[in-house]
Nanobody, 120 residues
Framework: QVRLVESGGGLVQPGGSLRLSCAASGSIFSINAMGWYRQAAGSQRELVAGIRSGGSTNYLDSVKGRFTISRDNAKNTVYLQMNSLKPEDTAVYYC??????????????WGQGTQVTVSS
């Protein structure tokens, strides 16, 4: 089993910052990619940022220049530094990882989600 444990969500004022963390554990052989999705109320889930094992990253256009994704491979942890937060960033944020298990199967795993609310 692979588990993703998230932390760092909360309530912040517009212009504020949060850092989300997500640690993967379990029967992991390698993690091919990690990322963050978000889902606002009444909307589709969208990819916010992703990072692959080689270090390449991609971002949702609306967060470019404000959010930074990073990864600590030794800890199997991905971070999302969110600066200059806007009310439209309010959503449940989900960590995801593409994992090759010790049995050499590949699957995507999801965290439980953490609420980010940006409001004055």
């Amino acid at each position: 089993q692979v588990r993703l444990v998230e932390s760092g969500g909360g309530l912040v004022q517009p212009g504020g910052s949060l850092r989300l963390s997500c640690a993967a554990s379990g029967s992991i052989f390698s993690i091919n990619a990690m990322g963050w999705y978000r889902q606002a109320a009444g909307s589709q889930r969208e990819l916010v940022a992703g990072i692959r094992s080689g270090g390449s990253t991609n971002y949702l256009d609306s967060v470019k220049g404000r959010f930074t994704i990073s990864r600590d491979n030794a800890k199997n942890t991905v971070y999302l530094q969110m600066n200059s937060l806007k009310p439209e960033d309010t959503a449940v944020y989900y960590c995801t990882a593409e994992v090759t298990s010790t049995a050499r199967s590949v699957a995507n795993y999801w965290g439980q989600g953490t609420q980010v609310t940006v409001s004055s």
